[in-house]
């Protein structure tokens, strides 16, 4: 992580701690976008993390990133999304360039625009690099209509990036739909967990010029594994961190509070003591990957992109584990709203079945390791 990005960095983990984390059961219960948090986030220039430096932005790549999704994602997991789709559109706005880039950059960077992206669709599921939604050209510009699934953001964000095919239908282009262009939003998030990232169906009716589009015609593709990728899979993996983190935290303080009639806390069983110990392990060894990853994909490492793949599924799965552990630790406290433990466990759920999903990670892993395409 450069110096240039080390104060940033610190001031967002003080917003996730005194802003962020205070709003994050409200945000869950009542299943409400986090708007407070972003603007907060976006009051102290987060949102300009990964927006270049000549756009006004931090300049920061993908270690900064993990760290600040890691102590978002630790405050609120809807947030930590929120803000890691952000990440990605201005990372990929940035990496594409384009006609109006420098425009939606600068805006980002002030904390102005709150970016996402818009890929997946119903019909491709988990492949959601192979969208079925086609532009035409019309009247000079370029008409998009369809309809995207799991919009993170969705009817609260700005700016929209769009992946559709292109006219021959044999490449991928990438434009920027504003929010008030011809989208319609289909009704609300009802996940499992994550309640407040506002993941829903988006249709598409609009008519955008030429210097909308992100990277030059037919480089969609490029833009995908080049850069929304390695982006992607590095912000969810430290979101899922700081999920593990947030439920370890949790754990400590409830087995070493907790206290008998006879004055032995939980934390003196032997038991407890080893499930403590595993979720410390596990969070640590997932951070330390994650971390690595993100180093890798920095350098521009040539095996960075299995590293990167790979620390998604550890992550994911570490949270998965350790969310589960703090609930047997803390038993009928953690089932109930008392404790964020039960809240932590249903965040941590969703990252194995965000695309590319960790089954589909692993056979493009075992692809790259065999030396055949990916994907």
Known sequence: MSSATVPLVESVREVAREQVAPAAAGVDRDRLFPESSMRALAQRGALGLLVPETSGGAGGGLAALVEACEAVGAA??????????????????????????????????????????????????????????????????????????????????????????????????????????GVQFEGSWEGLGMAGNSSVAAQFDCLVDDAARIGAAGEGQGLVFGTVAPVFLAGLAAVNVGIAS???????????????????????????????????????????????????????????????????????????????????????????????????????RAGAVMAPTNGVLRNWIGKALAGLPVP
């Open 76 to 181: 609120c997991a809807s947030s930590g999304m929120v803000f890691l789709m952000h990440s990605v559109a201005a990372a990929t706005v940035a990496g594409g360039e384009g006609e109006r880039a420098g425009e939606y950059l600068e805006a980002m960077a002030a904390g102005d625009t709150l970016g996402t992206l818009a890929f997946s669709e119903r019909g491709t599921g988990a492949h959601f690099y192979a969208p079925e939604l086609a532009a035409e050209r019309e009247n000079g510009g370029v008409r998009i209509s369809g309809r995207k699934s799991f919009v993170t953001s969705g009817g609260h964000a700005d700016v929209y990036l769009v992946l559709v095919k292109a006219g021959d239908g044999e490449e991928l282009d990438c434009y920027a739909v504003g929010g008030d262009d």
């Open 246 to 348: 947030a439920a370890l935290a949790t754990t400590v303080e409830h087995a070493s509070g907790r206290r008998y009639s006879d004055g032995g806390s939980l934390a003196e069983i032997q038991s407890i003591q080893h499930a403590l110990a595993d979720m410390e392990i596990t969070t640590r060894a997932a951070r330390l990957v994650v971390n690595d990853a993100a180093r890798l994909g920095d350098a521009g490492d040539e095996g960075a992109l299995v590293a990167l793949m790979a620390s998604k599924v550890i992550a994911t799965e570490a949270a998965t584990s350790v969310t589960q552990i703090a609930l047997e630790v803390c038993g009928g406290q953690g089932y109930t709203s008392a404790l964020p433990i039960e809240r932590h466990l249903r965040d941590a």
